[in-house]
């Protein structure tokens, strides 16, 4: 299973182009509402969770995904299923996707020590502090960690994702329906 977690304040942006380019090669894409079954996102959009987290099951997982937006990735760290299962993940070395604000929220798991992450600008000091090392670029692949910058990284960060959980040639497959060059 891929669980993708939704909580209020996510970007939206994210959130959705996640879960379209995830679905989009087939895979078992969960949606996990965090703050409830309808989540309303950063910019008022409302989203609709498919299970609430307290549902989803230890892993193992095919795919952990936080979305962004600083407001999101704080209402992650409120919550103590969601920290169980991000910890988890990473201990497991389970593939685990962050995006924008969520890099900063496994930091403050300290789940990030010691590795290459990139995030959104205004959460880099945090995820510095944390132990990490960040890099001003789009995406960043660690081993199993799949890191992306922000809104505009989306579609590259989605793919990225693809890439590790399928495999290259499905991820360019992606990429060429996206109309993605």
Known sequence: MVVLFLADGVAEVEAVTIADCLRRVGLDLKLAGVT????????????????????????????????????????????????????????????????CASPGFLAGLGLLRGRTVTCYPSVADRVKSGGAYVLERDVVREGNLITGQGP??????????????????????????????
Do not use: C, W
């Open 36 to 99: 409830g079954e309808t989540v309303t996102g950063a910019r008022g959009v409302r989203l609709l969770a498919d299970l609430p987290v307290s549902d989803v099951p230890d892993g193992p997982h095919e795919l952990l995904v936080f979305p962004g937006g600083l407001t999101g990735a704080e209402n992650l760290m409120a919550s103590k299923r969601v920290r169980e299962l991000a910890s988890a993940a990473m201990t497991a070395d389970t593939p685990v996707g962050a995006i």
């Open 152 to 181: 505009a990284a989306s579609i590259a960060f989605s793919l990225a994702l693809v890439e590790l959980v399928l495999d290259r040639k499905k991820s360019e497959f992606l990429a060429s329906q996206l109309l993605y060059s």
